[in-house]
């Protein structure tokens, strides 16, 4: 069984968990109040295993079943022995890097609530476009319109970050651009050579 089965499974479990039993999901659930006030740290992580609905739930899974599997290949390739725990150091950081913004911006907003592995998807999706920038993506909705993978990320973090500054969605779009930031960084710091794909 892959490590990104295994993630998903742990998802799968836990959000369903959480759907039939409220209590418990807003004990798990990303509240920066709760972490300052109770110090409540393990929030940090547990809110990537909760989703807020059905459907976010399965968007997210086939995001990682998709890529996570072809992440752990580029993983093994480059990184031989320490393919495994660089993964989970990916998927890890992804969930603490994209959790920076919403905690900085409601240390004091008890009404703030955030769910969900879109940090950790969004940090594996970029670890495969850096490893594999002219790879074919087809667009969810555009199933007839190929793009490189270096396109779709650049489209893709423009979006996100429009959509972050305009404050008018209830998605936490910040997780989802410093994910695929940290994913890029952090596959590239562990195999600075990738960057050189991008060069002329």
Same mark, same amino acid.
């Not at 759907?19 to 972490?35: A, H, V």
């Given at each position: ?17 959480? #759907? ?5 999901? #807003? %004990?798990?659930?990303? =509240?920066?109040?709760?972490?300052? =006030?109770? %110090? =409540?740290?393990?929030? +940090? ?5 909760? &989703?807020?609905?059905?459907? &976010? ?20 390739? &480059? ?19 994209? /959790?920076?913004?919403?905690? /900085? ?20 999706? #970029? ?17 007839? +319109? ?5 396109? +779709? ?34 596959? /590239? /710091? ?6 050189? =794909?991008?060069?002329?």
């Amino acid at each position: 069984m892959t490590l990104s089965l295994i993630l998903l499974l742990a998802n799968v479990l836990v959000s369903i968990t959480c #759907f039939r039993n409220r209590e418990l999901f #807003f %004990k798990l659930d990303f =509240q920066p109040y709760m972490i300052v =006030q109770n %110090k =409540q740290w393990y929030r +940090f992580i547990s809110h990537a295993f909760v &989703h807020a609905d059905g459907f &976010h739930l399965v968007v997210n899974m086939y995001v990682l079943y998709a890529f996570g599997k072809l992440v752990e290949s580029g993983f093994a390739k &480059h990184f031989g022995d320490m393919a495994v725990p660089y993964f989970v150091l990916l998927y890890v950081g992804g969930i603490l890097f994209s /959790a920076i913004p919403g905690y /900085a911006r409601n240390r004091e907003n008890y009404n703030y609530h955030g769910v969900g592995a879109s940090g950790a998807v969004s940090a594996i999706v #970029f670890a495969f476009i850096l490893m594999e920038p002219f790879a074919p993506l087809t667009l969810v909705f555009l199933p007839f +319109f190929g793009l490189d993978a270096w396109m +779709f990320g650049g489209l893709y973090l423009v979006y996100e970050i429009y959509m972050d500054r305009n404050r008018q969605s209830p998605i936490a779009h910040s997780a989802h651009y410093f994910g695929a930031i940290f994913g890029i960084v952090f596959t /590239a /710091a562990m195999k600075p050579e990738l960057i050189l =794909q991008y060069l002329p």
